[in-house]
């Protein structure tokens, strides 16, 4: 289904509710530049360091399209656990993953309740800048320590320039983005204003020195485009 829901006046903020949930991939689609290349190479990277049996976390699997796509690519059964802390996104998952017979575990919770033991890997795709900063942390600590040696942790977020001048400029370039995507001017203001402070994005250099601090030995960027990021992080 088309994303309408910014077509008309809102009153209250950015919520994934019902509506939001029915139009998602659609909103993701036209919302995320390159969220298709982003998902790709993810996928094409965490299979790199998957084994047999291998726990797999997505953290804010929303509909679970990408451990959807995982299971289609991996060639090891792998265990996939999605959570997401929306009963509207955790139930459109599950009819998914059946249409597509895929088996993965979903959980409708908040990601602070769920324990990540024994992760081989965990994704997390632009879901951390939902998550307000001191509980983030709290969050990117606890996954660093239930990841197994040699765990993985891939996460994409929308990142802001500490440079005045260059972060306008992305957000002008990321405006231009939405119009070619058929988004109106009134939409993409009452999107903007409904994130207001419910999407809390940090610089690309904040959120390495985040997972550095948690004690990960090595992150980088896979992938960027303007203020969207993709990030690798290895545990020794
Ligand atoms: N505290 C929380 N606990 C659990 N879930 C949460 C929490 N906060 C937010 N969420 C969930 O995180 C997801 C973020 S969307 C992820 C896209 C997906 N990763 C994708 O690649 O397709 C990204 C976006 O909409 O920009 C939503 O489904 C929320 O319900
Ligand atoms: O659409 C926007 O304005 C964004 O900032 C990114 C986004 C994409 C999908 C859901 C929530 C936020």
Redo the contacts with the bound molecule.
Sequence with gaps: MTDKVFEKAITKQ?EFDEE?ASVFDD??NR??PFYKEMQRLTINFALNFLEENDKVYDLGCSTASTLIELSKHSHSKLDLIGIDNSEAMINRAKKKAKAFGVDIKLINDDLDNISYENAKLILSN?TLQFIRPLQREKLVKKIYNNLRNEGIFIFSE?VISSNKILDKQYIDE?YEF?KTQGYSEFE?AQ??EA?ENV?VPYTEEENKKMILDVGFDHCETLFKWVNFATFIAIKK
Excluded: E, G, N, T
Aim: aromatic letters at 20%; zero cysteines; a positive charge.
């Design positions: 950015f939001v909103m993701l919302s995320v632009y929308k990321y939405k993409i999107k903007r994130l999407l």
